[in-house]
């Protein structure tokens, strides 16, 4: 699969596939939603040349109000490393949500939503809100992003 495609549901655009050089973002910046809502828990994948659109399309949008929501751990990867993904440093609050895989101690995978306004941020610490295993109630970590801290170098970098 090439490409993206890209759906409105509840005044949000669910933006889902493989960012590359076949993918077209240009349709969202002739809508006039304000926030423009843009859902990438479907974009599993992003290469080079999906990267570089990307970027020019979070430029392009200017100082519109935008909300990026649960964004693929292949798109958090890409803000730590270039913050312009999203539009540049004062753009990073655009970020509201991010969907990523969580484990338990007793190897419940799961795949959740996380409000960044619900992590718990002290200097360069930060914490995820307590969620626990509706199997085991166990507390559930980040399963394979690493810590916190590195998985969400983008708060905590400056
Ligand atoms: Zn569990």
């Known amino acids: 699969m090439s490409g993206i495609k890209i759906t409105k549901r509840n005044d949000v655009y669910y933006v889902e596939g493989w960012l590359d050089e ?14 423009l809502r843009l859902n990438f828990r479907g ?35 890409a803000v730590n490393i270039a913050p ?14 991010v969907f990523v895989p969580l484990n338990c101690t007793g190897r419940h995978p799961i795949s959740l939503p996380i409000q960044i306004k619900d992590l718990d941020i002290k200097g360069k610490v930060i914490e995820l809100p307590a969620i626990h ?4 109630f166990a507390p559930l970590h980040l399963d394979e992003l690493g810590d916190p801290e590195d998985f969400f170098f983008f708060l905590v970098a400056n």
């Open 133 to 136: 295993c509706e199997r085991c």
């Open 84 to 97: 312009l993904t999203v539009g540049g440093q004062k753009k990073l609050s655009r970020i509201k949500s």
């Open 22 to 35: 076949l993918s077209d973002l240009q349709p969202l910046l002739k809508t006039t939603d304000a926030p």
């Open 43 to 77: 974009v599993t994948s992003i290469n080079s040349i999906g990267l570089g659109g990307l970027i020019k399309f979070s430029e392009a949008l200017r100082d519109r109000p935008v909300e990026f929501l649960e964004l693929h751990p292949v798109i958090v990867e």
